[in-house]
């Protein structure tokens, strides 16, 4: 049994060190061409409009606020300036997301966002991704990389097509920082004894983003409270929590392999769903003796069974959501494809570690 054990965890090394790594130096190139389009268009928002100020720089190698979506595609997170007069609302309405709403005695004209606030006093999510489309299409025209530049068409969302070959979209967001909502706030699972308190303290105090895109949970119900909700993302706070032991290389792998075997018809799978899956393979493993790099392969297996399961069931909830499911909107037939092709992997990682070296 150690020796098979310790045959895969070689091979998995292996094959962190040979596809995950030219899989990563593969899109931080990628991420530095798009991030140079992507910054000179933000700047020509900006001339026009100077509430749109570009938060995308680099800090210490990474490009903060940038999502790698996949290979080719990207989300950019803009953030917005001045939250303060308007009270965060949470109240389980619309799962996911949550709405802004003008604090009591506020004036409108208090807010730097005056015309995007609704008769009730919520700001609308939606009027203002409607204005920053506009002025991204204007800035795609008389930015200098205009001719490798378009915008996506047929979408609410801003989304921006570079040199036909990545995507990017980029979605205007407030950081709430300090504050945590209700709606996870079942979390952590106390019975569960991951994370630590510590943890669960600085998790708390990273806080989430209020993103302006649209809401999939609501897909197809035009009301108006879909248009002033916001998405709530917690990205970061994710982030956080796979710090340590073999977490981010077992992420690393399962995005290798989503991108080389798990990118089919339907879309079924991206790398939110495989973070996901980690967080979750977190609180079946609490002690952080599980995370060491020698149970990577034990760690790996689990996490793929649970995969298939959720596939199966064609149901995966958010982590810290649980009424959110990352499957809304995909095609069963696309669900059932992918549980029959993470099977096949799973199985022939089990049995062969060999096949990684062709994975």
């Not at 599980?290 to 649970?306: A, F, M, S, V, Y």
Request: positive net charge.
């Amino acid at each position: 049994m150690m020796a098979a054990q310790s045959k895969l965890l070689y091979q998995l090394n292996k094959y962190v060190q040979e596809k995950c790594q030219s899989r990563k130096s593969a899109i931080a190139k990628t991420i530095r061409e798009v991030c140079k389009v992507v910054q000179d268009v933000l700047k020509e928002v900006e001339v026009q409009e100077p509430r749109f100020i570009s938060s995308l720089c680099e800090v210490d190698g990474r490009f903060d606020g940038l999502e790698v979506l996949s290979p080719t595609e990207f989300e950019v997170v803009l953030y917005l300036n001045q939250m303060g007069v308007f009270n965060f609302v949470d109240d389980g309405t619309i799962p996911g997301c949550a709405v802004l709403k003008l604090s009591d005695g506020r004036k409108r004209s208090m807010s730097l966002w005056v015309e995007f606030i609704t008769a009730s006093g919520y700001l609308s999510a939606r009027k203002i991704r409607s204005r920053f489309q506009t002025l991204v299409a204007q800035a795609c025209d008389k930015c200098s990389y205009r001719d490798i530049v378009k915008m996506i068409p047929d979408t609410s969302e801003v989304k921006l097509r570079i040199r036909e070959r990545y995507v990017v979209q980029i979605t205007t967001a407030f950081k709430c920082q300090g504050i945590w909502p209700r709606s996870a706030s079942h979390w952590p699972m106390p019975q569960i004894g991951w994370p630590g308190p510590n943890l669960v303290a600085e998790v708390k105090a990273e806080g989430f983003d209020l993103l302006s895109k649209e809401c999939y949970a609501l897909q197809g119900k035009q009301s108006s409270m879909e248009s002033d909700a916001w998405v709530l993302c917690f990205n970061q706070a994710e982030d956080k929590l796979l710090l340590g032991g073999c977490r981010r290389r077992c992420l690393s792998i399962l995005k290798t392999l989503r991108d080389r075997h798990l990118d089919l018809p339907g879309n079924p799978l991206n790398s939110y769903h495989m973070k996901t899956m980690v967080l979750y393979e977190c609180e079946k493993h609490p002690r952080e003796i599980d995370w060491d790099e020698t149970c990577l392969g034990d760690r790996l297996n689990g996490i793929l069974l649970q995969l298939i399961s959720c596939l199966q069931c064609r149901k995966c909830p958010h982590y810290f959501l649980p009424n959110v499911d990352l499957f809304h909107g995909k095609a069963p037939s696309a669900l059932e494809n992918a549980a029959k092709q993470t099977w096949r992997l799973a199985r022939e990682i089990l049995t062969n570690p060999k096949s990684l070296e062709k994975l």
